[in-house]
Structure formats: C-alpha cells, structure tokens
C-alpha cells in the first residue's frame, strides 16, 4: 500500500511547552489511514492516502511554525497497524530520514522517496518550499482574508464581515497571495498525486 507518511516533530522543544496535543487538534479532522498520533516524546505522525488531504495539513503545521515536518512517499506494509505509531514499511523509514533532514532545511520540512523515482517527491518538495514561502509573509490581517475566503466567503462579503471597504480587502488579499496560495495548494496536490502510484493516488 503506497501512502503519505508524515512525521512531525516539535523544534525547540526542551526550552518551550509541550505542544503536541494542540498540534493533535489542529489536524483531527485532515483525512487519514492512520490518525496522527503522538509517537514519542515531542513528534507526531499520520499516514494519508489521499493527495487532497497533505496540502491541508501542511498548511496548517506551516502556519503554526515551530515544526520539522518530514514526508515519507512509497509503501507500507499491510495489513495496517491499528496506530499510526505501530506502522512499519518503506515510506515510515523515509519519513524518519526525512524529519531528521528538515531540522537543517529551508523551512524545516523535506520529503523523501521509498520508491525507485524519486523525481516526483522532488519536485513535491519544492513546490511546499515555495507555498511555504509564501505563507511567511502572510501577516495576521493576511489570515483573516485568506480564512473568510477560505470558508466561501466574496471580497465584498468579507469587507462586510471585516468592517472594512472592498478595496481594503482587496489590498490585503494581494498582499497575503490568496489567490498564489491558492494555486500552490492546487499544485501540491497534483504532484502529490504524481509522486504516489496510480491505484493510490486515483482513489
């Protein structure tokens, strides 16, 4: 079975808060095969199936800050372990590796293949390089904008919403790269897509 494999692990973590259960609860509702799950200590780690749902929790690990995130792409054995900490196969040694790299790693995050072709995840990770670059310089009236539109939300409606004009909104907007952002989610899923085996990547 050909899977994501993230595991996160807390940078920093002997001089600050325990912050995996609040982690935890940021991801509870990003699709998974296995749930994210304390493994040990300060890290946590999930295995997705579905391209669509890692651009949802790297957004959110990324705009949280204060995480080496490592991406593991390949197989796992079967059948599946009942927690994702109890996982074994290919894609988890990946992501170890993965993890331990991105605490030296432009925005503390790498990917790695367990596959013969690691061409893809390559071209994965520089894509969430650059979306994460992106998300840096998104202020927090950035994020107000970006979560309103994010929720359905038009322009004009989130002007109402915000007290503020159209053109206000319009300014942040282009200031927080809403509509970039957008297109590098929609990319990072589609070489999500292409880095995992057609059966997997298909359902």
Do not use: C
């Amino acid at each position: 079975m050909d899977v994501l494999v993230l595991t996160v692990d807390q940078d920093d973590s002997r001089s600050g808060a325990d912050r995996v259960p609040a982690a935890l609860q940021l991801l509870d509702d990003v699709p998974t095969v296995l749930a994210f799950d304390r493994t040990v200590g300060d890290e946590l780690q999930g295995v997705l199936d579905d391209p669509a749902a890692l651009p949802r929790a790297l957004e959110r690990l990324l705009r949280d800050g204060g995480w080496n995130v490592g991406l593991g792409v390949g197989p796992i054995e079967t059948p599946l372990a009942e927690h994702s900490r109890a996982g074994r196969g290919p894609a988890y040694v990946a992501a170890r590796e993965a993890v331990t790299a991105a605490k030296s790693s432009p925005w503390r995050l790498r990917a790695v293949a367990a596959t013969d072709d690691a061409t893809a995840v390559r071209a994965l990770e520089s894509a969430v390089w650059l979306w994460a670059a992106l998300l840096a310089r998104r202020t927090t009236r950035g994020w107000e904008v970006a979560d309103l539109v994010d929720q359905g939300l038009t322009y004009d409606e989130a002007a109402q919403h915000l007290g503020i004009t159209p053109s206000a909104v319009s300014q942040r907007a282009a200031a927080a790269g809403i509509a970039e952002g957008r297109r590098a989610r929609e990319l990072v899923e589609h070489l999500a897509r292409l880095a995992l085996p057609p059966a997997a990547g298909a359902r």
